[in-house]
């Protein structure tokens, strides 16, 4: 439902959107290139023309308004709480379709602090990979609530977190949550984009399955 869904994020007030990588294909236009891929999949595999495809017909949905509107999100958004550094992207800052690896989350780390002296702990909050993620090294905590309704984790409820500092303590409460799967595949099968049927298969295993 990418019309209702715009006009849903549309009706939020002072909210900050962060641009994924699926934003960035209809900015682009990825449809339109001379031989479309994404995130390494091999352009001829039916499952990449069909998501590219998919990008299409949702550009089709939302318009020049939806285009307009994805353009306006961040890629990266930034606070200090007391003494720690949280830093929110779709999955990296350098990048939208591949969160960082310890390494690279560690240099990170470890510029942040050089830059801001008075910072003692940094976190980090991604998403892309539909799956929880709670990882703890030394001052850097590295954080990922899921999915809303799209989970990788053969857990089939949707994923909602909420993150709180105080007193230099991070609080992170992931609230996983039921929703009305039956309805989201009919919806699915009423309007039948053309990803629609493994997304119907996603919702029902909680994981990717293109083997069926």
């Excluded at 960035?24 to 339109?32: F, G, H, M, P, V």
């Excluded at 352009?43 to 023309?49: G, L, V």
């Excluded at 298969?201 to 069926?212: C, Q, V």
Aim: with cysteine.
């Amino acid at each position: 439902e990418p019309e209702a869904t715009l006009e849903l994020l549309k009706s939020i007030k002072n909210c900050t959107f962060i641009r994924g990588n699926h934003d960035r294909y209809l900015i682009e236009k990825i449809w339109k290139d001379e031989v479309p891929s994404m995130e390494g999949m091999d352009p001829n595999d039916p499952i990449c023309k069909a998501i590219i495809q998919n990008e299409k017909w949702t550009n089709d949905k939302i318009g020049a308004e939806g285009i307009s509107f994805c353009k306006k999100m961040k890629v990266s958004h930034t606070e200090i709480i007391d003494k720690t550094f949280i830093d929110f992207t779709h999955a990296w800052y350098k990048r939208d379709d591949k969160p960082p690896s310890v390494s690279e989350a560690l240099s990170w780390r470890d510029r942040i602090i050089k830059s801001n002296p008075e910072i003692e702990k940094a976190v980090f909050v991604h998403g892309h990979v539909h799956v929880p993620r709670y990882q703890i090294i030394e001052n850097l905590t590295i954080l990922c609530q899921g999915a809303t309704g799209l989970p990788f984790d053969r857990d089939q409820r949707g994923a909602v977190a909420f993150l709180s500092i105080e007193n230099n303590q991070i609080n992170w409460e992931v609230d996983r949550y039921e929703y009305n799967k039956e309805v989201t595949s009919e919806q699915l099968e009423k309007r039948k984009p053309p990803f629609y049927t493994n997304l119907k298969n996603t919702i029902k295993f909680a994981s990717i399955r293109n083997d069926l």
